[in-house]
């Protein structure tokens, strides 16, 4: 063996097996196997790492069981097929190779240089409704949050019918009686998938936290009201929204979902035994249930069924019975904006009138006065106001003070206040509903068609900072960063309000939330 052959010997058994930063194709062995992954820059990226078997014939409608194992090197440098799904929203945009029931994929990316960095974990849960969504989405890519120091993983989990589905039998069948709660448990799957392998990228398993945007948001909060999430995180993110909603088809008891699911499997297949229904093929089984969500019947979503969630997420809370970890959460200034956009008939003073008397009746006067307008225009936005409270800020506020109230640790607020660049032409939309997705994971130039400007970049580089900040030490705060108070602090309700010149101040809106939890907390 010549000098240099044995340096490079010498030298190979001084690497560690997961110094993968410096490689072109970086490898790492995990609990199934080995994956070899990509590198781009400081980061590498590990794509589509099965963390469950697939759900398709008998596992369907089951919980996610155990990855199988595999032999030599698995090429993790392509997206996972998504989860079955329609096209229910036009601005998702996907690069992986489409809809499956083997789904239960998730992807890495970590700045580390070898396994034992320790880095906190970022687990990102995407919004959707839960009936659409993917991991593949360039706006949710991870690369670039993962520059700040992180190391960031998503996780495709299943979704629609395929993901919450409840019958009888199903609750039957299973030794925790409980049905309908499959998306939810992939989550929890993927998160013991974590604890598992996370070292081997570089991540500290003792410093997960949990962000999600809408439904992402949504489950965020039911994971920490779960027993059965319990342990698996250390802080929570939750951007627009929150298991605090009077939505309807949201979180119901599991009596009522099975029996609506029942009637669904009778009279869209004319079958109801579980053997029967996990024969038909996944796209008719998908094609019936949009056609049910079109005609408004029936939209499957979670359900409290007695395992995952033992009781209704505000319950958990208010009985101080909650995964007690630092929570930071807000929502958009223009939630609902499209919402308004897009009515019918053009908003106006006497619509915010009759709103006022049809929603709260004796109480319309109140509303009024916390929704006011003394013209057509200050009423449209009074009404944008109201709809997004309504669709998504109101849950989340709930979500905030039942932290504050009961838990013991600190909760941070923010506002997205940015309004995005748009066609002159065409009405300004605002800081609309997922709006501030590419802002936290840096991927604007993800969006095509915008030209960014200096304040969306500068909002960008502050937003990953505090969230990265938050994942490391559960307080967004850091050198150089504008000041973020805690929420309930000793200078009143704090908001950090994010916007070309983002500062903390007082909660101006809290009387419009206090008055609709009378209302809507009943």
Known sequence: MGVGRRL???LMTLIPFASYAASSSPRVQIETGTIEGKASGPVSS???????????????WKPPAPAVKWTGVRSAT?????????????????????GSEDCLSLNVWTPANGATAKLPVMVWIYGGGFMAGATSEPRQDGGMLAKQGVVVVSMNYRLGIFGFFALPELAVESDKKAAGNYGLLDQ?????????????????????????????????????ASPVAKGLFNKAIGESGAAFSDRPLLFEPLAVRSQRDSQFAISSFGVQTLNELRAIPAQKMLDASLKAAVNGTPRF??????YLLPESVPVTFAQGKQNDVPLLAGWNHDEASFEVIHTPQPPTLDSLKATAAKEFGEKAREFLRLYPANNDAQARRS???????????CSTWRWLEA??????QPAYRYRFDLALPHDPSAPDPGAYHSAEIEYVFGTLDSKAGITWRPEDRALSDLMQKYWANFARTGNPNGPGLPQWPAYQSASDWQVMYLGPQSNAGKD???DRYLFLNTVWGK
């Open 8 to 10: 490079l010997a010498i």
């Open 46 to 60: 590990f794509l589509g790492i099965p963390y469950a078997a697939p759900t398709g014939g008998k596992l369907r």
């Open 78 to 98: 392509e997206f996972g097929a998504r989860c079955m799904q329609g096209p229910v929203y036009p601005d998702m945009v996907f690069r992986d190779v489409g």
């Open 188 to 224: 929890v799957a993927a998160l013991e998938w974590v604890h598992r392998n996370i070292a081997s990228f570089g991540g500290d398993p003792a410093n997960v936290t949990i962000f999600g945007e809408s439904a992402g948001s949504f489950s965020a909060s039911a994971l920490m």
């Open 301 to 306: 979503s979670p359900d409290i069924d007695g």
């Open 383 to 393: 009404l944008e106001d109201f709809a997004g409270d309504r669709f998504i800020a």
């Open 403 to 408: 932290q504050t109230t009961t838990g013991k």
């Open 508 to 510: 101006v809106v809290r």
